[in-house]
């Protein structure tokens, strides 16, 4: 199971997600069984500026290998300066992002919108594989909307350009992330190109996944937001492609356990204050079927040092201890 010249642990990546796949989250799922991650998408024109934040975002260690770093932008060049400037970290891949639909991305010809000009498209891909010794992946979706829908020929282009693999979510740039994901626009691309696909899009459990592969006949599969909360979903996965069971479920403890452990990694990377802060929305999330759950994600909101998680923790083991 390889992309490029990188040996995969498995066939479940975690996708890209900002404010969410950071170092700490990283971690934690690659020790769940994801067999490669994505980091936060980093813009190409802040590394240009020697943005100091976007450098910390793109930081790896060992820990978490293989990765790429995802980077966002419209420029050639700028794209494969910044590309060049993240080798220091050692990144297995590089990543484009051609998928991402929020405005203040989509709206600065980024992101999905390049999705509208596949020929840019190929001459980022050519720029930054020129520039750099490892291998250029591309995040694409399936469209821009419903009057174009293009991912096999934005994957074709690609591929021609160096890419070394693609990922493909199955909905448009104006699906944002509402309705279902077609599944179908994966099995489109997967037939137009050589090169491995990944698959993208209502990834939910290990039966999904495994529908997924199935279907479309997608090299690996992406998960997102189904793993907000829930790092066990590598684990399932893993499980199902397996043996065709689902996992067993983490105990209390177990959670409990693995929301400490994430939580004090990132107060360790980012400091106490800014990792609290940080820490809110995962916490929140990591409740989610709990007793309690509406409760616990109001105090989750209130954090501020590692003691008020730690009581918090403490109610959530009382209330949802088993008998």
Same mark, same amino acid.
């Given at each position: 199971?390889?992309?490029?010249?990188?040996?995969?642990?498995?066939?479940?990546?975690?996708?890209?997600?900002?404010?969410?796949?950071?170092?700490?989250?990283?971690?934690? =799922?690659?020790?769940?069984?994801?067999?490669?991650?994505?980091?936060?998408?980093?813009?190409?024109?802040?590394?240009?500026?020697?943005?100091?934040?976007?450098?910390?975002?793109?930081?790896?260690?060992?820990?978490?290998?293989?990765?790429?770093?995802?980077?966002?932008?419209?420029?050639?060049?700028?794209?494969?300066?910044?590309?060049?400037?993240?080798?220091?970290?050692?990144?297995?891949?590089?990543?484009?992002?051609?998928?991402?639909?929020?405005?203040?991305?989509?709206?600065?010809?980024?992101?999905?919108? @390049?999705?509208?000009?596949?020929? @840019?498209?190929?001459?980022?891909?050519?720029?930054?594989?020129?520039?750099?010794?490892?291998?250029?992946?591309?995040?694409?979706?399936?469209?821009?909307?419903?009057?174009?829908?293009?991912?096999?020929?934005?994957?074709?282009?690609?591929?021609?350009?160096?890419?070394?693999?693609?990922?493909?979510?199955?909905?448009?740039?104006?699906?944002?992330?509402?309705?279902?994901?077609?599944?179908?626009?994966?099995?489109?691309?997967?037939?137009?190109?050589?090169?491995?696909?990944?698959?993208?899009?209502?990834?939910?459990?290990?039966?999904?996944?495994?529908?997924?592969?199935?279907?479309?006949? =997608?090299?690996?599969?992406?998960?997102?937001?189904?793993?907000?909360?829930?790092?066990?979903?590598?684990?399932?996965?893993?499980?199902?492609?397996?043996?065709?069971?689902?996992?067993?479920?983490?105990?209390?403890?177990?959670?409990?356990?693995?929301?400490?452990?994430?939580?004090?990694?990132? =107060?360790?990377?980012?400091?106490?204050?800014?990792?609290?802060?940080?820490?809110?929305?995962?916490?929140?999330?990591?409740?989610?079927?709990?007793?309690?759950?509406?409760? =616990?994600?109001?105090?989750?909101?209130?954090?501020?040092?590692?003691?008020? @998680?730690?009581?918090?923790?403490?109610?959530?083991?009382?209330?949802?201890?088993?008998?």
């Amino acid at each position: 199971m390889k992309i490029g010249k990188i040996k995969l642990k498995g066939k479940a990546i975690l996708a890209p997600m900002a404010g969410v796949t950071d170092f700490a989250y990283r971690e934690i =799922c690659m020790q769940m069984g994801a067999g490669y991650a994505v980091t936060e998408m980093v813009s190409a024109k802040a590394l240009e500026y020697e943005d100091k934040k976007s450098f910390h975002i793109a930081e790896l260690d060992d820990k978490t290998r293989p990765v790429a770093i995802q980077i966002f932008g419209d420029e050639p060049k700028t794209m494969a300066l910044a590309a060049k400037k993240l080798m220091k970290y050692r990144p297995d891949a590089i990543d484009i992002n051609m998928g991402c639909p929020v405005p203040k991305i989509a709206g600065n010809r980024s992101g999905s919108a @390049l999705m509208k000009h596949p020929e @840019l498209c190929g001459e980022i891909v050519a720029a930054i594989h020129k520039a750099v010794d490892v291998p250029v992946t591309v995040k694409i979706r399936k469209g821009w909307d419903e009057n174009l829908i293009n991912a096999p020929a934005v994957a074709k282009i690609c591929e021609q350009a160096g890419a070394a693999a693609i990922a493909v979510h199955g909905r448009t740039k104006m699906q944002m992330y509402t309705g279902q994901a077609d599944w179908n626009s994966i099995k489109a691309v997967k037939q137009a190109v050589e090169i491995p696909v990944i698959g993208n899009g209502d990834v939910t459990s290990g039966e999904k996944a495994a529908q997924m592969l199935k279907d479309t006949g =997608c090299d690996f599969v992406m998960v997102g937001r189904a793993a907000m909360g829930n790092p066990w979903i590598f684990d399932d996965i893993n499980q199902y492609l397996k043996a065709g069971t689902p996992a067993v479920k983490p105990t209390l403890d177990e959670r409990i356990a693995v929301i400490k452990k994430h939580i004090e990694t990132l =107060c360790g990377r980012n400091g106490e204050n800014r990792g609290m802060r940080e820490a809110r929305k995962h916490v929140a999330w990591y409740f989610f079927g709990l007793k309690g759950a509406a409760e =616990c994600r109001r105090r989750a909101g209130e954090l501020s040092v590692l003691d008020d @998680l730690y009581r918090l923790l403490d109610d959530v083991y009382r209330m949802n201890q088993e008998e």
